[in-house]
């Protein structure tokens, strides 16, 4: 949090600790929460300790709607903001409805999405607090960046999602909650977005370039990426050199370099004195062709150490049918995963498999992807 | 007889070409023989979901939960590098509709191959097997990725080479693929099974979409009648990292949980075909067991239907049609029948193959809706079968006016009124004035 936003942001979420607001990360698995308001831990039963690195999913239990689960996955995928009924159960197992109203976080300097916010009112008045009017006192003071009074319109003006069939009793009541917690989410993403902005006026130079380029890679293609368990590269046949766009995390620990050291740097890095020009022109041919290849090419780690990198290259396409970028699979040639070797799975397997995971996520998930347009 | 002219889909190379000369599947999945094996785990509930309790098990979990994902991916990977496949899907044009459903199209001119039409029976949902025509057993042995079975062990399990065992389930590549990953799967391939569904085979589709555990692979079922193109049992399943329109769509319970041993029973609204949703977070079995009773009765009546297998396999959707019946009536419009979309369960659920680049875009959600009004059975009839289906469980109308979304209501109602009366008792300051500002 602290990396994003500054380390004064924590005091200022914490003049907000009486509502139930919970900040997750969307770029890691299961969307963990990264912090937890007091009235958040208060409503749900939990502990601090209980609830930081999951994902918010335990809240959910049998009899919480799945459609509204998917509408929650679709925001995040959009990176839009939404507005759920959700059933969500306390640790002693009470089940109860809150109103979660959540919303994305870009970071002023490259508009990238760094944070959700979401922020819950439960529906039912057994659970209503005190802080109710001390939310009027607060709302009176710092203006709002974000334009409260257009959140309100708009939520004036929608109709209840997903469940139609509620009784009549409860519809006023609903829209006061909605605009409870949207006010909250407000503040709470005022907060964090004033911070944001002062962090950025410090900000380092390289980390500009970096950030710059993992830009063409949202959160639910980064978060895909994330999750596939091998040594690979994407780079951008677009740009000149070819830069590398995306690197996993067994890439660094296979070649030694850090993250930053390899984003927007083109993939050339890794080949040095001794690498053969033939396998490098290989490679330059089938991507030339649009087609994939493997060669077995001599690299270089950060440390100067060689290694024989039975490498696979493979194009990838997005919805257009365009080809947007490569995948560079290694393979440290005598060198198999433990795992795998347990599991009877040849390093062959898992080098396509990773292009498999990698095909699929960009097909989808690229830029504009197969996400639905406004209007 | 009804019937239709259809060009039939190109699902195996030896279907395409009679001359290929490629080695018959069949042969190879006899006993005797050795083949690649996926071992499903041991499992009779749904897993708990993605938190888990500890950090560690989280990794754990995923690790040995993807497993079945990049076997799938990494065989259809390697087959598509020898060129096994009809075209690459991946450089077929595809987008989202404006819309609140998001309806997908794809333009895929190379799917329909260019043989001449067949004639298609489409007024028997059960027809005998018939080993004069393609079946699975006849498909080239490239094709099989690997065979899957029930084991033992708490993890999913892959042996490069098992010996082959009677009854063993095939997983094929699908050669004109409508995406990523398309691929068949076909239970106890050498018992040459006719396309009919029982609570077995479902149970097995449910398994592998469990063990996928990847909301976005999921798997699909077309009845004869409903546009299954092959008499011989099998299911189909692709990779599509997009939330499909069908399961936007709300619905209204018509079971609950508890009355339907964890297994929730609703009715999809909200969407041009009507269909029943089966949702259950419990046993594997008695999910199978609840879709399988309805497709029995819809395989005794004669009607047509579709399956979509979502949601890690949490999720069963259950579409009967009747497009091909009006179609050999002739009651569809000219202008959907030109498309020559077959509206199967793909095109149901909101994902779409187009043929021909001017309909692709053409595309709209509203073109797409208005196909699938025709495929919808009539409100009529939908309710006769709703209750010939679920008439001992739903007690009376469909319940309505619900605070909550499922579980029974008054139990709800009570436990809601303890819990208040307990924060009565402990709170203090619990502000009476929020109903008035």
């Not at chain 1, 089940?95 to 439960?122: C, T, W």
């Not at chain 1, 980390?207 to 780079?235: D, G, M, P, Y």
Request: hydrophobic letters at 40%.
């Amino acid at each position: 949090m602290s990396r994003s936003y500054g380390v004064p942001v924590l005091e200022s979420l914490r003049k907000l600790r009486r509502h139930s607001f919970i900040v997750t990360d969307p770029y890691l698995p299961g969307h963990p929460i990264v912090y937890a308001s007091e009235g958040f831990l208060h409503m749900t039963g939990y502990l601090v300790e209980e609830v930081m690195g999951r994902s918010p999913r335990f809240l959910q239990g049998p009899d919480t709607d799945r459609r509204s689960v998917l509408q929650l996955r679709d925001a995040v995928r959009e990176e839009k903001p939404c507005h759920v009924i959700l059933l969500n159960y306390t640790k002693q197992g009470w089940p109860y409805r809150i109103i979660l109203h959540m919303a994305p976080i870009f970071s002023h300097k490259n508009g990238r999405l760094l944070h959700f916010v979401g922020a819950q009112k439960p529906l039912s008045d057994c659970f209503s607090m005190r802080c109710e009017a001390s939310l009027l006192e607060l709302c009176k003071g710092p203006s709002v960046l974000l334009g409260t009074k257009s959140w309100v319109d708009s939520i004036d003006s929608c109709h209840p999602p997903s469940d139609d069939r509620s009784s009549y009793r409860f519809s006023g009541q609903r829209k006061k909650k909605m605009k409870i917690a949207s006010t909250i989410l407000q503040l709470v993403i005022h907060e964090l977005v004033t911070s944001n902005k002062l962090m950025s006026n410090g900000a380092l130079c390289c980390r500009c370039l970096s950030e710059k380029a993992e830009f063409s890679l949202c959160s639910s293609l980064t978060l895909a990426l994330n999750r596939i368990q091998q040594s690979f590269v994407i780079t951008d046949p677009k740009l000149p050199g070819m830069p590398v766009a995306y690197a996993s995390d067994m890439f660094l620990q296979l070649s030694g370099y850090q993250r930053q050291e390899v984003i927007g740097r083109s993939c050339k890095f890794l080949q040095g004195q001794s690498t053969d020009a033939c396998a490098v022109e290989q490679i330059r041919d089938a991507i030339r062709e649009e087609m994939a290849c493997t060669v077995r090419i001599l690299n270089y780690k950060k440390d100067g150490s060689l290694f024989w990198n039975l490498l696979h290259v493979a194009p990838v396409r997005d919805h257009t049918a365009k080809v947007v970028y490569y995948v560079g699979v290694q393979l440290l040639s005598g060198y198999p995963l433990l795992e795998d070797a347990s599991r009877n799975v040849t390093p062959a397997i898992s080098q396509l498999g990773a292009v498999g995971a990698v095909k699929v996520a960009v097909r989808s998930l690229q830029s504009n992807g197969l996400r639905r347009r406004s209007g | 007889m009804r019937t239709i002219q259809r060009v039939e889909t190109v699902l195996s190379i030896n279907q395409y070409d009679a001359e290929n000369g490629k080695e018959p599947l069949g042969n190879c999945c006899a006993p005797g023989s050795s083949l690649p094996l996926f071992k499903f785990p041991r499992r009779l509930r749904f897993p708990p979901g993605d938190e888990s309790c500890s950090k560690t098990e989280d990794l754990d979990w995923q690790k040995s939960s993807e497993f079945l994902d990049m076997v799938i991916l990494a065989q259809w990977e390697d087959r598509a590098t020898r060129g096994l496949f009809r075209y690459d899907v991946t450089a077929c044009e595809t987008k989202v509709l404006p819309g609140e459903y998001g309806f997908i199209a794809q333009l895929n001119e190379g799917r329909h191959s260019k043989k001449r039409p067949t004639e298609f029976r489409v007024d028997q949902v059960l027809q005998p097997f018939d080993p004069s025509k393609f079946n699975f057993t006849k498909a080239a042995k490239e094709e099989l990725l690997f065979c899957v079975e029930s084991g033992d062990s708490h993890e999913g399990e892959f042996y490069p080479e098992a010996p082959v065992v009677e009854g063993t389930n095939a997983v094929i590549i699908n050669v004109s693929p409508i995406e990523y990953g398309h691929i068949l799967l076909v239970p106890k391939i050498t018992a040459r099974i006719p396309q009919r569904i029982d609570e077995d085979s479902l149970l097995l589709a449910i398994n592998m979409a469990v063990e996928a555990k990847n909301p976005f692979f999921r798997l699909g079922y077309n009845s004869l009648g409903a546009f299954a193109t092959i008499n011989h049992l099998h299911f189909q399943a692709y990779y599509l990292a997009v939330p499909f329109p069908v399961e936007r769509a709300p619905s209204e319970t018509l079971v609950s949980r508890k009355m339907n041993n964890g297994v929730k029973i609703s009715e999809l609204m909200k969407f041009p075909v009507r269909g029943i949703v089966f949702e259950s977070a419990d046993r594997l079995d008695e999910l199978a067991s609840s879709v399988g009773k309805c497709c029995c009765i819809l395989q005794e009546k004669n009607i047509p239907f579709n399956i979509l297998i979502t949601d890690c396999g949490s999720m069963v959707y259950l579409f009967p049609q009747c497009y091909a019946e009006r179609q050999a009536c002739g009651k569809v419009d000219q202008a959907l029948l030109g498309t020559q979309v077959n509206p199967a369960v793909w095109e149901i659920s909101g994902h779409i193959v187009l043929k021909r680049k001017e309909d692709y875009e053409r595309a709209s959600e509203d073109l797409a809706w208005r196909l699938l009004a025709e495929v919808s059975l009539d409100e009529e009839s939908f309710h006769e079968l709703k209750i010939a289906c679920l008439g001992e469980l739903i007690c009376g109308s469909p319940v309505g006016n619900e605070v909550v979304e499922g579980g029974d209501v008054s139990f709800l109602g009570m436990m809601l009124h303890e819990v208040a009366m307990w924060l009565e008792e402990n709170c203090t300051g619990v502000d009476a004035k929020e109903e008035t500002w």
